[in-house]
């Protein structure tokens, strides 16, 4: 109220931006629908309405400020050896059964459960028809954050502490790109003290390929290393292991960065990341509908 009366009497910057009166627009359109229709109405902002860090929650923030502060070179290596061992078993639908009650708080777009982003995800694939082994890349890869069954906090692997499993990634051994999420954090991070870590390739060659640099820890590469682990168990093909590993990596696949390290291979397969991307960020809804006939679908899939 102390904002709208000083903005009326000019002496507060009005701060509306073109995108606040379009998105104003969209409510009012759903709210007189839904007195038409009486019932609820969802706004679907589509592209402009996902990954936007300007106005989160705290918790949002905070994760990605300990992710940039915490994850070093020689942090992703300790991950690597504590937990890709690959001592737990567990069946696939016990571990669904864990996501439903884990929500992602780097997540700036929905509040729900794991679970049902990843049959949201899967549902856009089918729809579209796409092959049966993307629909199942849509089902499980967000499956590694059940790393927090067997995480703590001081890993950042936990349901309370989370920035080393959600959220964004980037290469750790070289620079962190500017065109990140959260880019004055960088500064926060150690290896960017280091003269060795801090360019543009760091420990990496010219076109070396993205199979050969080394992402900070999270679910991707987690869940990436277990499916590897047992490749002669499963019928997933390279492109879904690409997905699967890189999907969180925006800095390349949204915004260009990280053109220096990419191969042929990285050529070929960026078609089929963005392609993942697509149902990864747009199917975000904050209501889902999982029916009986739908988890039989997708456990019969997978099985």
């Known amino acids: ?23 104003v627009f969209k409510i009012l359109e759903a709210c007189e629908k839904s007195l038409n229709e009486s019932k609820k109405i969802i706004i679907d902002y589509k592209n402009d309405g996902f990954r936007n860090y300007t106005n989160v929650q705290d918790a949002v923030k905070n ?28 069946k696939i639908t016990d ?24 049959i949201q995800t899967a549902e856009g694939i089918r729809k579209d028809g796409h092959p049966e082994w993307m629909q199942v890349v849509g089902l499980i890869h967000d499956i590694g954050k059940i790393i927090f069954k067997w995480g703590c ?3 950042g692997t936990s349901i309370k502490e989370q920035w080393g499993m ?12 500017e065109n990140i999420v959260y880019p004055e954090f960088n500064n926060i991070n150690p290896d960017m003290q280091n003269s060795i870590y801090n360019t543009k390739l760091g420990i990496y060659k010219e076109n070396c390929g993205l199979d ?47 053109k220096q390290f990419v191969s042929e291979k990285d050529e070929k397969m960026f078609k089929w990341l963005k392609l993942f991307n697509k149902y990864d960020l747009y199917t975000k809804k904050n209501e889902v509908v999982i029916t009986h006939d739908l988890v039989d679908y997708y ?3 997978i099985y």
């Open 1 to 23: 109220l102390n904002y709208f009366y000083n903005n009326l009497n000019n002496t507060d910057a009005y701060n509306s931006h073109k995108k606040d009166n379009i998105d």
């Open 95 to 118: 571990v669904f059964k864990y996501l439903e009650i884990f929500i992602d708080i780097s997540d700036p777009d929905i509040n729900l459960p794991n679970y049902h982003h990843a």
């Open 299 to 301: 456990n019969k899939l």
């Open 212 to 258: 050969n640099v080394i992402c900070s820890w999270g679910h991707d590469e987690y869940l990436y290393q277990v499916l590897k682990n047992c490749e002669k168990q499963n019928r997933l093909p390279e492109e879904a292991y690409y997905m699967i590993r890189f999907h969180s990596l925006y800095s390349y696949h949204q915004n260009g960065e990280y």
């Open 153 to 155: 906090d001081e890993d």
């Open 63 to 90: 994760t990605y400020f300990k992710n940039r502060k915490y994850q070093t070179l020689e942090y992703v290596k300790k991950m690597h050896q504590k937990y890709l061992t690959f001592q737990h078993k567990m």
């Open 166 to 177: 959600v959220g964004d990634t980037f290469i750790v051994g070289c620079c962190l790109p």
